[in-house]
């Protein structure tokens, strides 16, 4: 299940986001990659735990706190803080899956990855190539989305990021444990909350309503760990 989530930041937002990348110091990528990934890997990065990729980082949290999109389809239980990367010309990120366990900053606790997300912060013609290339049963799916805007997928896919050609492709990207480990189930629950939410808007006085609600929390009772 791939969502895209548009606007989590704002235009004033991105642009401050840009204004910090300009002045900031970046790192080889490699740092943050599993074994496997780091020889496919060749990008930038923010150093991780720096104090602009925390204050940026907080800033996204800030834009997914305030999404009902989000919350609905990921059912968030624990963010990795945010990460920062930067694709300039000749850069790419070959096929892999990301590592399953993360350890959260500080080290005492851990993340399971259940969900890859990518915030989008270059606008889609300042570059070429730079596509994020999602792997599934259905195919594969490419995707390059407004500045501002995430996608959210299994972090159980194969997926790359295909080589820049020209300009540079600036995202932030993370990981999130869900309440709702399953993606079949994850998928069920956010199908179902888009039909209510229809439903309410169609036919705001139905009794379905009150019903089909009530189906939505007691499977979310049996299926989460909150
Ligand atoms: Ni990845």
Redesign the pocket.
Known sequence: MMVHIPQVLSAEQVSHCREVFARATWEDGRGTAGHQ?ARVKKNLQLPEGGPEARALGDLVLGGLEKSPLFISAVLPRRVFPPLFNRYEPHMA?GS?V?NAIRPLPGGAERLRTDV?ATLFLSEPDSYDGGELVVEDTYGSHAVKLPAGDLIVYPASSL?HVTPITRGARLASFFWVQSMVRDVSQRALLFDLDMAIMRLNQEVPQSPSLVMLTGVYHNLLRQWSDP
């Open positions: 990934s990120f892999h990301d890859s997926h």
